[in-house]
């Protein structure tokens, strides 16, 4: 019976990110394209998509390449041209989510839903499979039981569900929030979103009244499934993914680590699961997640609904708390740490809660250490007559470690196949044979004359001793056999050139060992879509996306909201997240609380930043929020880019 593969799959801005992904344990990286990519500053060239490939396979480990962005008529062509240069390169697979993709010529290259295909139910996750996706990423609100629903009607051996276990949370379901075209012009579904989530808000209820100033309502945590991952492989899930196209370097080595790690303690435990991709990481520094950039951590609602989802005080990274101020002059403070071994660094970041609860960032210029023990000296970069509100008692956090920062920019992991090597003598003289820890062997041979070396009884051993010395190659000997009937003396010089060769030709073995994915083929006749009728939220922005859902039977199918028809109030934003919920407002949390009952109405609530107006409306029965509001007059105004326009029903044509 074959194992199943577990895929840790990174995220890469760039090739030098994907590289260190692969060094520090991802089976699959993805990374964006020149263009269509969903990251507006994320863009890679064809050149360098094509490095990482060759990269990537040597570990046969995998890239995938986002082609997410929704598409004007006028770009499909653009989008067509580019996945051929993708499948040339070499790349695994696309991420897409433009149906229009579908009903083009696109290369024979595996095709991934991603997340902006919004897949919360069984119906669409089948429904995505038999149209030929191989590959699908689930929502990221779904729980355990939902998420085990859809692998009840996926067929596991066509599609790998696929889910994201970290990083920043978007409060929309993905795909389904349309604020910062409405406001700006700029599309979340074209890569390019103003963020307006992480704003701070002043939320009203039917009655006027202020129930939250000043809070991040729509911000979430960060998502950490660390304590999951067991759950979710029982749940269905294969291909676990690392959100962070943006993210630096030192983020995805660390995370990357993290995970690879736990993952490893899950393979040791259950022999039927394997890796997708070979070889084994070593790190020169322990991973800790709570390093990085976040804004603490949730495991949002794979367990559940939770209370404490929300990151409502501050979208930045609040850090760990590492003391208190005990002193503070017009020159500097000192801190007293909790914890008398940690150690302070000239840069260090540290920040504090002012008394509105707003997050104040605090740079360290110098550092010192003083004779009482745990207490350090500090000087800011800024003066300290800017600090608001920094006084003795203070919490301080740290939010940038220096030492931390220093060791992730150096060399930080080491991967490396293992291999059984063994020296033989043949007709002409030796052969090396290497054979890797999945069974890829190859054998290199030396037309050489026999020698006696000056102490037979050491030659053995020196021959061994050479031959695992594999250095920067991407291999390391598990055992060395020398099976020669007499003993040998072989140059040095020769002897490396055999070893050179043979690990030559393992490579080339394992290069030609790498199958292509293959593309899956859509069910014919085609299946139909689980409704008939599409509103804006489909996204449906080229009559390519038309023709596909027409021909699976969709007849009314509305154009995407980019498409700038929807003009009055409709939902711009639609979350799990829910407001009265987290503010201790909603009908369901009050059922039983006495005196209470009957007395709370999931009314709409009004969300205020400056001049910026949306109405918060909840439907309790799916337990939804929807963030409505309507497209600005400057956006209809600004130039248009190659707008579309569908019809409900056949325009009526004049007679002349």
Known sequence: ???????????????????????????????????????????????????????????????????????????????????????????????????????????????????????????????????????????????????????????????????????????????????????????????????????????????????????????????NQSDNLRALVDAGIRSFKIEGRYKDMAYVKNITAHYRKLFDEVLAERPELAPSSHGRTTFSFEPDPNQNFNREFTDYFVQGRKEDIGAFDTPKNPGQTIGWVSKVTPEHLEITTDDPSTVLHNGDGLCYYDLQKELVGLQINRAEAQKAKGVWRLFPKDPMDGFKDLRQGVEVNRNRDMSWVRTLDKKSAERRMGVWMQLAENNHGLQLTLTDEVGHSATAHMAIAWQAPKDPALAEDKLKSALGKLGDTLFEPLDVQVALPRPWFVPPSQLNALRRDAVQALEDARTHGLQRLPRALPVEPPVAYPEDT???????????????????????????????????????????????????????????????????????????????????????????????????????????????????????????
């Not at 699976?552 to 009055?568: N, R």
């Not at 509001?629 to 569908?646: D, M, R, T, Y």
């Open 1 to 223: 019976m074959q194992p199943h593969h577990l895929e840790l799959l990174a995220p890469a801005r760039t090739i030098d990110i994907g590289i260190e992904a692969i060094n520090h344990g991802a089976d699959a990286v993805y990374i964006g394209g020149p263009s269509f990519g969903a990251r507006s500053t994320a863009d890679n060239s064809v050149q360098d998509i094509a490095k990482l490939v060759q990269y990537a396979h040597r570990f046969h480990s995998r890239i995938f390449v986002t082609l997410n962005t929704i598409l004007r008529d006028d770009e499909l062509e653009g989008a067509r041209k580019l996945a051929w240069q993708m499948y040339d390169a070499g790349v695994d697979a696309l991420i897409i989510q433009d149906m229009g993709l579908l009903e083009i010529d696109m290369p024979p290259i595996q095709l991934h839903a991603s997340t902006q295909t919004d897949i919360r139910t069984p119906e669409k996750a089948k429904f995505l499979q038999d149209a030929g996706l191989s590959q699908i990423v689930l929502a990221r609100e779904l729980t355990l039981p939902q998420i085990s629903a859809i692998r009840d009607v996926i067929d596991t051996e066509r599609t790998v569900i696929e889910f994201f276990v970290h990083g920043a949370l978007c409060v929309a379901y993905s795909g389904q929030c349309f604020i910062s075209h409405a406001h700006t012009g700029r599309s979340a579904n074209r890569g390019d979103c103003s963020q307006a989530c992480r704003l701070p808000y002043e939320v009203k209820d039917a009655q006027g009244r202020i129930v939250a100033h000043d809070k991040h309502v729509l911000s979430m945590k960060d998502n």
């Open 534 to 656: 599409l509103t804006y939220l489909a996204n449906v922005f080229n009559q390519k996306a038309r023709d596909f859902y027409a021909k699976h039977g969709v007849k009314v199918i509305d154009a995407a909201y980019e498409s700038q028809e929807e003009l009055g109030e409709v939902s711009l934003m639609i979350t799990k997240h829910c407001v009265r919920f987290s503010l201790s407002l909603c009908p369901k949390q009050a059922k039983g609380v006495t005196g209470v009952q009957g007395t709370v109405k999931a009314e709409p609530m009004q969300l205020i930043n400056g001049k910026e107006k949306l109405t918060l409306r909840f439907d309790c029965k799916p337990c939804e929020m929807h963030v409505v509001g309507k497209i600005k007059k400057s956006v209809l105004n600004s130039v248009a880019e190659s707008p579309v326009q569908f019809y409900k029903t056949r325009p009526v044509v004049g007679i002349h």
